[in-house]
């Protein structure tokens, strides 16, 4: 069943789906909350990495608590204006 049909007011948005939606549909594994945080640290590590950012050791974003990366969306929405924040050396 589609909760669309029982809202008053909805609004959508037109994204690439690979990069930025993670459905949650199971508790474990493929779609679950892990996943899912897992594919929006991705994206936020591939915007750090498009505005120049680098990480230690070539470390990768995953679900680990230790490799999580977040940009908060009162930096940035779709990963503009990082550049400013990443070093270069």
């Not at 199971?26 to 994206?43: D, E, F, N, T, W």
């Not at 995953?62 to 990082?82: A, I």
Request: with cysteine.
């Amino acid at each position: 069943s589609d909760s669309f049909e029982f809202s008053s007011k909805m609004c959508a948005f037109c994204v690439d789906a690979e990069a930025e939606h993670a459905k949650v549909k199971r508790r474990h594994g493929l779609y679950s909350p892990s996943h899912a945080i897992s594919v929006v640290s991705k994206l936020h590590q591939s915007w750090l990495r498009t505005a120049g950012a680098t990480f230690v050791a070539s470390t990768m974003a995953t679900d680990s608590k230790d490799c999580l990366c977040e940009v908060s969306p009162l930096v940035s929405y779709s990963g503009e204006g990082l550049g400013g924040y990443c070093q270069r050396e």
